[in-house]
């Protein structure tokens, strides 16, 4: 009987655990931009599934850039306004409510703000992933 409740007892621990919000690592991006971003799951190096977490601060503007994948976006809180082009034009910039998804096509530029206050968002794909900065 010992045998087989300490058997039940590992395999309910074997279990996938959640990934709680305040486990996060939270990285400062470089370059000054206004965000906060965590891997969720993967790494931006490997060749594997990945999720990555963002926090852009209220008024917070992402500007033109690609990834080598397509990345399915899902707006966690507050409001996204996303654009496409080489170029920021907030002309074209569409809003994504919270629970929104949209995709950015691989090696497609777009940019990103959050003009009503600060924005949660997560993207997936699979990687490896990177960002490319569009040039003026």
């Keep these: 009987m010992t045998g087989l409740l ?11 655990q959640p990934i709680l919000p305040e486990t996060l690592r939270w990285i400062e991006r470089p370059g000054g931009l206004p965000l906060q971003a965590a891997w969720v799951l993967g790494a931006e190096s490997k060749p594997e599934p990945y ?3 963002v926090q852009l601060a209220a008024g917070g503007r992402i500007p033109p850039h690609t990834h080598p994948d397509a990345r399915q976006t899902t707006v966690l809180s507050g409001t996204l306004y996303v654009g496409f082009g080489a170029a920021f034009d907030a002309a074209h910039l569409v809003a994504a409510p919270t629970g929104a998804v949209y995709v950015a096509p691989a090696e497609v530029p777009h940019f990103l703000e959050a003009r009503d206050g600060a924005v949660v968002y997560q993207e997936a794909d699979v990687g490896p992933t990177g960002t490319t ?3 003026p």
Excluded: G, H, M
Excluded at 6 to 16: E, G, I, K, V
């Design 133 to 135: 900065w569009v040039k």
């Design 6 to 16: 300490a058997t039940s007892t590992f395999a309910q621990n074997a279990w996938p």
């Design 51 to 53: 999720l990555i977490r």
